[in-house]
C-alpha cells in the first residue's frame, strides 16, 4: 500500500470509530417505535360518553393509518327506573405525520337512550354527537418513560341539542399532557392531564362555556402474552357552570390479536357524586387496526 493510500485509509478508520462507538451505544427505540406496537399506541377504551382520542403517549407511525371503533352501553338508574344509552360506532381516525406527530379525526357517534326519563335529563332520544379533529406529538420516547401533549377540537354538530341532547350547541377545546411509565414485573403507570374549555347546555339560549380539569390515571399489568389489565380512575372538576365533582372507574382487558389488530372489553361505574345523585354504569366493548 503507498504512502498516500496509507495515510487516507487511517484517516477514513479514525472518521468512522466515533460513529461506530455511538451506533453500538445508541439506545433501542422505546415501545412507540417498536415494529407493530398497535399494543402501546392504541388510545382506547376511554372513560365516559365520548370517543376516546388520548390515553398514549404514542402517535401512529408516518404514513399509516388506524382506525379505533367501539360500542357502549350505559345504565342510569334512578327514582323514575333506568334509563339505557347506547354508544356507536366511537370512531376515532388517526393518521401517521411523522416526525412523531399524527392527525386525529374523530366522525360522529350515533347515540341511542330508550327507557325511563329518569331525573328530567335522561329522556328517550336518537341523534349523533358532535365531530373532532386533534393533533397530537410525541416527546419522548425511551424504555421506561414516554409522554405526548395533544389539542383536540369539537364542532358543535350532535344532535339534539340541549340538556336533553347529545350535543351542547357550543365548541370545545382540549389541551392534554399524557406520561407513562414502565415498571417491573410487566406493570406500567400512565397519567393523562386535560384542561379542557367545555360547554354545558343553557336550555333555551344555547350553550354556556366553562372550564374544567380532568387527571386521570392508570395501571396496566400484563398478566399473559400479549393481553394487558387495565385499571384507570378519572376525575372531572367542576361538571358544569355550577360546580360538583365527578369520579369515574373503569376496569378492561386489552387483547393484542395480530401486529395490526387489537382489541379490548371493559366495565365503568361512576363513583362520583355520591348517592343519592343518580347511579351510572357501562359496559363496552372496542377495538383498533392499522391500514
Known sequence: MSGVLRITAIVAGLTLLPIAAW???APAPGPCEQPDAIGSIVDRPGLGRPTANNGSPCVVPASQVMVEAGYREQSTTGSDGTSSLAV???????????????LLVQPPAQSIRSG???GG??????????????FKRTLDD?????DAVGLFYTAPTGTP?????FSAGAPTYMLTYTAAFALPANLGISITQNAVANAAPLDPSGARQFFSYQPSLTVSYGFVRNTT????????????PGGGTGNRALIAVQRVISARVVLDAEYEVNALPAAPSIRQHAFGVGGAFTL
Open 229 to 240: 389489565l387495565l385499571v384507570s380512575d378519572q376525575i372531572t372538576t367542576p361538571l358544569g
Open 161 to 165: 341539542k340541549g340538556s336533553t341532547g
Open 116 to 118: 325511563a326519563a329518569v
Open 23 to 25: 451506533a453500538q451505544t
Open 142 to 146: 425511551r424504555a421506561s418513560f414516554q
Open 88 to 102: 356507536f360506532p366511537l370512531a376515532l381516525i388517526r393518521i401517521g405525520l411523522g416526525a412523531r406527530s399524527e
Open 121 to 134: 335529563a335522561f329522556v328517550p332520544a336518537v341523534g349523533s354527537q358532535d365531530v373532532g379533529l386533534g
